[in-house]
């Protein structure tokens, strides 16, 4: 297992097709080339925040919604219930203690749940920490739902908007311009993120081109659809020509679902109960949800040194998977290829939580965050230049 010690961070994609960026306007690409120092302060990022699905029910029903959501009727039985709100209001400066400085709020549409998305985030900020709310604006139609819910909201700080084509159909883009104008007047700041395919549909850079056009100075985000939720049924692109993914997991913390359970991200796993990090975040609140996901050591592994020593634990386990003969460049593709086979997770698991690959991967994980700034960048710059 000595590959568990050499960092992999091989951090060259290629940007996204068909969107270049626009003078004036910020625009990131859904990949970016980045240097591994970044690579590393991007994933410590993660150790700092984390995310609540507040609800998994949603008046739209995109079809490449990853959280595959149920209709806004069910919400009353698909969300977070009053008293959990109340325990992770509570835990807010116990966070902020240990060293959280950020939460996202999503869902489904978190906008179902409004009391309790202003709960936590007159909680987050009593404590020091700050929150974003991501949103798909089915509320964004009328003058007075719009009053309503930004009146409502005072204490978020950043508002994550999802426009897209797959939004179009339900959410005019004018009704967007009109709200984002309304949130931008109260001083929170914003994001819109957009959902294309990799390369880019003409249709995509049509909408694209509309959503600047109408937003000339807003922050846009591109990112691709995944195959999962909803949109599992696209190509599954399980195996390709690689060794392993081109980067490592890129988690931006764990993410509590709407039924208590909890998931190592708000990514491609977001819709996969079966992946080996089981923590239970109505059990166990959230500060000891997030204590066990910076102390996984499955998750240590795969953040600090990637995924090349899980492949190689498969090897060994399952030696006909497709994975073993290839994997293309997204992790988060592999993730869910692999734990979304509850037997494979569990196999995986265990080895992984058997010494010495336990503890090999919290000294890499150490060694490679422990110092943003010294020893692990410099063991990162070394193998970097030799592989120039
Ligand atoms: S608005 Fe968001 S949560 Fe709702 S269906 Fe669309 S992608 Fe899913
Ligand atoms: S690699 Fe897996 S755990 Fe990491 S962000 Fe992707 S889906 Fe989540």
Known sequence: MTALLVPVFEAGVAPAEGLQQREGVPVLATSIRMAAPDLVSLQRAGEHHLGLSLTKACPLSCG??????????????????????????????????????????????????LQHVAALSRAARDAGIRTTLVTGLYWAAGAALRRKVIEALPCIDSWNISWD?????????????????EITATGAALTVRVAIDDPATPEDEAMYDALVEALPAVEIVVQSVRPVGRAADREAPASGDRAAPA?????????VMSDGSARPCCSSMMDEPHHPFDASSAAQGLVALREAWLDDPLLLMLRAVGFAPVLEILSDIAPDHPLTQGTTAHPCDVCSTLFGDRALAGKIKAAVAAEPVAGLARAAARDIFASATTAGLAVIREQEQADA
Do not use: Q
């Not at 977070?80 to 489904?108: H, N």
């Open 64 to 113: 490449h919604c990853s959280a595959a959501t149920v209709p806004a009727a069910m919400h009353p039985f698909v969300s977070i219930p009053s008293a959990d709100i109340a325990r992770y209001c509570a835990e807010m400066p116990e966070l902020a203690r240990r060293g959280l400085t950020s939460i996202s709020l999503t869902g489904g549409e978190p906008v179902l749940a």
């Open 165 to 181: 084509r797959f939004h179009a159909a339900e959410v005019k883009l004018a009704n967007v311009a009109i709200a984002v104008r």
């Open 247 to 255: 980067w490592p997991c890129l988690s931006t913390g764990p993410l």
